[in-house]
DNA sequence: GTCAGGCGTTCGCATACGCGAACGCAATTC
DNA sequence: GAATTGCGTTCGCGTATGCGAACGCCTGAC
């Protein structure tokens, strides 16, 4: 049905865009003519799920599209379950902790909570990252077979910061690592400074969601990470519990 | 245009409706035909906006619609510069802060940062209220004539708590006592035990966005509420600073 | 001042889409 | 076990919708 899928694809051109987006500037992005993009766009306008700056007619999301969207959270039992685990654990760290899944070749973050510490940071909720650049990634890849790897990743691996690992072979060397330790970790690989540590959630197979913990290199120790990797394994399997015994 | 309209409709339909629905529960509440439904939901799934779970062929909202959504916060130049600010604020009060506008009759969360002595909250964000039953909402419609809110509200006004008010008259003298104090303040008016005070941002005529702090009422002394209105207030006047020099 | 290029907007025609009715399948009911 | 109810699914017809071309407007170039 092309008159859905194409308003679902005008509202994520939409949403790439940051700031916001011209006429014009989707109709070169799409390949869709013009005034059916005018005719769609209105009709987005009026409901509210795109708003419009008069001046410089450009267009961009809507209040109306946020409450759909954060309506996978709120619906998603593992995500409301995990809510306040996650939120105990950062006290108890004060680090940032995230939840993510995995979606093809990459991680969405579903929730974080910010340490007290860093507060720059916005909310990575919703945000994607290539799951071979972040330990939330690595550790629900490492609990797939290498074939089933391979179609999950694109053929080149992106290079983030100079300390991705973008070769296959070392990716499966750090994989088989995760597999023994039971989490993985990575260092500056998305972000430079960060350090972070991850246990996948049990339950499913394979796992399809996985719990971490991040800081700055600088406050990282032996001891530190001890406690930060058993607060992530105890998160992990009571979450991997309630999976089990409610079927999620 | 009708299809687009539709499409909206349907997502918006699944995520009022928490765990999902079946297509004949979608087909009750929207009036519309099973048959343009299937063939409506068949996309959306393709294309990952919708979820089916195949036992049941109950349908929820999916994970690429979430990135859409809060691409609306992303979008947005006021919410990008309160994020930090808003961060400091919560670790030096320890209490939960709100970011908020207003759109119609109530509310939207846009930002919030929870203390670390209450856990249990999961994250309002993108969750609505009835401005008339928080502070928030208060400050916002204080900033507007009797004939704007009256326009705005709707003619009976809901009833959340035994401590709502939903007197017109009554909710006249709460906005009187704000515009004087140059903020809002509520008890348990959408909440039981949790006490809220909230600033407007100014910048724009009439204010649409507002700051807040709520606690237990059993955190509230004088001294505190001093403290947490003059961090309010301060951090309102700074991201109306942005907005008058940045014209957002 | 004129022209060119880019923009948002309008309109009539061909087409893809929404509709209702009918179907097949389970799970209940008696 | 026959009948009923509720569900998801299919299909052909009439119509709403998407399309390209043309329009009017502005800005900047020369």
Redesign the interface.
């Known amino acids: 049905?092309k008159?859905?899928?194409r308003?679902?694809e005008v509202?994520?051109a939409?949403?790439?865009s940051?700031?916001?987006c011209s006429l014009s500037e989707l109709q070169r992005q799409l390949r869709v003519p013009k005034s059916s993009l005018h005719?769609?766009l209105?009709?987005?306008v009026s409901?509210?799920?795109v708003e419009v700056d008069l001046r410089t007619t450009t267009y961009?999301?809507?209040?109306?599209?946020?409450?759909?969207?954060?309506?996978?959270?709120?619906?998603d039992p593992l995500v409301?379950a995990a809510?306040?685990l996650l939120?105990?654990l950062r006290?108890e760290m004060d680090e940032t902790v995230h939840l993510a899944?995995l979606?093809g070749s990459d991680v969405?973050y579903?929730i974080s909570?910010?340490s007290?510490h860093h507060?720059?940071v916005?909310?990575r909720?919703?945000r994607?990252l290539p799951a071979h650049s972040t330990a939330l990634g690595k550790i629900l890849l490492a609990m797939r077979s290498y074939d089933e790897v391979t179609a999950l990743l694109p053929s080149r691996l992106e290079k983030l910061t100079p300390a991705t690992v973008v070769d296959r072979a070392e990716l499966e060397v750090e994989m088989e690592k995760a597999r023994e330790l039971g989490y993985s970790s990575e260092t500056g690989q998305n972000t430079p400074g960060l350090v972070c540590f991850a246990v996948a959630v049990p339950g499913h197979h394979p796992s399809t969601d996985s719990v971490s913990c991040s800081m700055p290199l600088t406050r990282l120790n032996d001891e530190h990470a001890a406690r930060v990797i058993g607060g992530l394994t105890s998160c992990a399997d009571q979450l991997g519990q309630l999976v089990r015994s409610n079927g999620w």
């Open positions: 049905m008159s859905a899928y308003t679902v509202l994520e939409l949403s790439r940051g700031g916001g005719e769609l209105q009709t987005l409901i509210g799920w961009r999301i809507g209040l109306r599209a946020l409450r759909v969207g954060t309506a996978y959270l709120d619906s409301r809510g306040p939120a105990q006290n899944r979606d969405v579903l909570h910010e007290s507060v720059r916005i909310s909720i919703a994607r």
